[in-house]
């Protein structure tokens, strides 16, 4: 089983409409990231937790918000979706404390998303 | 924005020929990391470099931490068709252990 899960796959929703990506892991790790991929531009932060009680602004976080319910959840909400919201958006997860390489950062699998 | 300039953006290349792609920055980072993407998935890391001057092997895969630490390549040996994907470069800034990434370099091979 994949160790880190994102839900939905795809998705498509109009604009205006409030989506939420859901992401769990099993790997037991205290950090978690939500980034966003566009062609051409590599990785970009939206948003990051280092525990439970941690939640921090990435570099995008404008439109964006998230919750992050248990060391094992993490939550990316659209609260009123636009046009250029549409991307692929991935889950990470890491901890230096038993990762093999401190700043390895284990992906999910994507939600691709578009917003009509 | 952007701090990371990655080359180059994509490479055709023959099976079995070798791959050099490079990432450079204006700023100076104390570490540098190599991932590769796979179609459909999420980005694994291959190679995580520490200290300048150093040059590290992961199997056919052999990356470089620029000795200024403004600079990384990564060179892959004898492709084959499983190397097909994207490669990203990324560092970590210092003050808050967040990771900037590179534009990457999609890798197609001919056949």
């Known amino acids: 089983d994949a160790d880190v899960t994102q839900t939905p796959r795809n998705r498509i929703t109009k604009t205006g409409k409030r989506i939420m990506l859901e992401c769990s892991q099993t790997k037991g790790h205290d950090r978690m990231y939500w980034y966003r991929q566009d062609p051409g531009l590599g990785l970009q932060l939206i948003y990051y937790?280092?525990?439970?009680?941690?939640?921090n602004k990435g570099e995008i976080s404008d439109g964006y918000s998230v919750s992050r319910q248990a060391q094992a959840k993490f939550s990316l909400s659209l609260e009123s979706a636009i046009p250029n919201q549409t991307a692929l958006y991935f889950c990470a997860t890491s901890d230096p404390n038993t990762s093999g390489s401190d700043n390895e950062q284990f992906f999910g699998p994507g939600t691709r998303l578009t917003v009509l | 924005g952007q701090q990371l300039n990655q080359s180059p953006q994509s490479m055709f290349i023959q099976e079995g020929e070798d791959v050099s792609m490079n990432c450079t920055s204006s700023?100076?980072?104390?570490?540098w990391l190599w991932y590769k993407q796979d179609p459909g998935e999420g980005p694994v890391l291959l190679i995580a470099?520490?200290?300048a001057g150093e040059l590290t092997s992961n199997g056919r895969l052999t990356a470089q931490f620029g000795i200024t630490r403004k600079d990384s390549f990564l060179n892959i040996s004898a492709s084959i068709p499983s190397d097909v994907g994207i490669y990203f470069c990324a560092v970590e800034m210092d003050s808050n252990y967040q990771l900037i990434w590179g534009a990457g370099t999609k890798l197609i091979i001919k056949p």
């Open positions: 470099l520490y200290k």
């Open positions: 700023s100076i980072f104390n570490t």
């Open positions: 937790s280092f525990d439970v009680k941690d939640i």
